[in-house]
């Protein structure tokens, strides 16, 4: 692998500085950030992460560190030189967490080669660009590929900032551009005022972004928008540029049948299958839409339940605008929990009774044991839904 395949101490800097900023309190994060990062000098303590030893564990594993404790009360820079000193910039493997139903952060591993080879077929997509704005965290794994790596197969600079979706954002872009992102946030620019310059591009991912929304986009003379599909186990599995067309297998990627797709390694000749995480309609054996999230089951009191099922359930009554269930946490009991939008200003004791009662038709395992109310559904830092 090219010196330039390899992380640099400040490409490992930025990724534990995005893993920081994202664990520390709202205050917290306005009292230390400066550009969309942390100082070379910040070194974390409980006071700026009362769970520091967890934060640290997570850093560590993610660059496959055995032991976080060295990491302890070093500075940003000098934890980013420890790590650069045990992995060579090369690490054979990196983790990266994906929340699923119970919302506790579940490690995906990734390989070093792999990510190359993927951002290397990605950036074929990409000619002529000449700077990556990133709105992304640069610890998740999009992030990671888009805006630390995608970068170097470029050979062109990226700049990292917040995702602040005013008419402001959109004026200081400039021709050439392109732009990584997440669908929140560009639904939230395609509702600003202000018009794109000339010649900039778009990537999103992370979740579906609805066609109107890329629609309103291109209407505000954004050039071209990329829409890649994949998982945090997976990486990115195929892409598309229209929303109306079907996306396209990266060309790393094997059909086998209807649910199974296999990996062409870079390395070696053992290749990988893997479960697609949804169901998919092939146009042919390269071209594919996800059609629906396959259910996933979580066990209530020994009883399998899926929770996209007592989900629908509460969509469908009149009070219910949208809602999220998960399973409790072991802290929390042994039950499901769910969030919801009222459609309308009720009182929440109120609603929570009406809807107790419309849920005994429910079996006793799918019925919330816990009920949470508000505006809008809890969403991470990058417009995921997330735990409460």
């Known amino acids: 692998m090219s010196p330039k395949q390899s992380l640099t ?40 992460l009362p769970e520091l030893d967890d934060v640290l564990d997570h850093i560590a594993r993610q660059f496959s560190i055995k032991n976080s404790v060295q990491l302890r009360g070093l500075t940003l820079k000098e934890m980013s030189e420890l790590i650069f000193s045990e992995t060579s910039g090369t690490p054979e493997k990196m983790i ?22 993927e951002i290397n077929a990605l950036a074929t997509l990409f000619p002529e ?3 990556i704005v990133s709105f992304v965290p640069r610890h998740h794994i999009y992030g990671f590929l888009f805006s630390i790596l995608l970068p170097k197969a470029l050979s062109i600079p990226a700049v990292f900032k917040p995702p602040l979706p005013t008419p402001e954002l959109i ?16 639904s939230k620019l395609q509702k600003t005022t202000a018009n794109f310059n000339n010649n900039i591009f778009g990537v999103t991912s992370t979740g579906p972004c609805p066609k109107e929304t890329i629609d309103g986009l291109l209407n ?56 697609l995480p949804d169901a998919f309609e092939w146009k042919d054996k390269n071209k594919f839409i996800p059609i629906c999230r396959k259910d996933k089951a979580v066990q209530v009191a020994g009883i399998n339940v899926y929770p996209t099922n007592v989900e629908s359930f509460f969509n469908s009554l009149p009070q219910v605008k949208e809602c999220s269930v998960r399973l409790m946490r072991p802290e929390e009991g042994e039950r499901l ?6 459609t309308a200003s009720i009182n929440s004791s109120g609603l929570e009774k009406i809807l107790r009662k419309a849920a005994s038709t429910l ?6 044991g816990s009920y949470a109310f508000g505006s809008k559904l809890p969403t991470s830092d990058i417009g995921k839904r997330s735990d409460w």
């Open 9 to 48: 101490v400040l490409d490992i800097q930025e990724m534990i500085s995005s893993t920081l900023l994202t664990e520390m309190a709202y205050q917290k994060r306005l009292d230390n950030i400066h550009n969309n990062t942390l100082s070379n000098s910040f070194i974390p303590d409980n006071d700026s």
């Open 96 to 117: 990266f967490f994906t929340s699923g139903s119970t919302g506790k952060p579940t490690p995906a591993d990734s390989y070093f080669s792999n990510a190359w080879q």
């Open 129 to 131: 660009r000449k700077r």
């Open 171 to 186: 004026l200081s872009l400039s021709p050439g551009d392109l732009v990584i992102a997440f669908p929140l946030l560009w």
């Open 220 to 275: 505000k003379s954004l050039s071209r928008m990329t829409e890649v599909f994949g998982s945090s186990e997976t990486g990115g599995i195929g892409y598309r540029h229209n929303p109306s067309d079907f996306y396209t297998l990266l060309p790393h990627w094997t059909k086998i049948d209807e649910n199974l797709l296999e990996r062409i390694s870079p390395v070696n000749n053992q290749n990988t299958s893997f479960s």
């Open 337 to 342: 929990k769910i969030f919801i939008v009222p």
């Open 363 to 368: 079996s006793p395992h799918e019925k919330p």
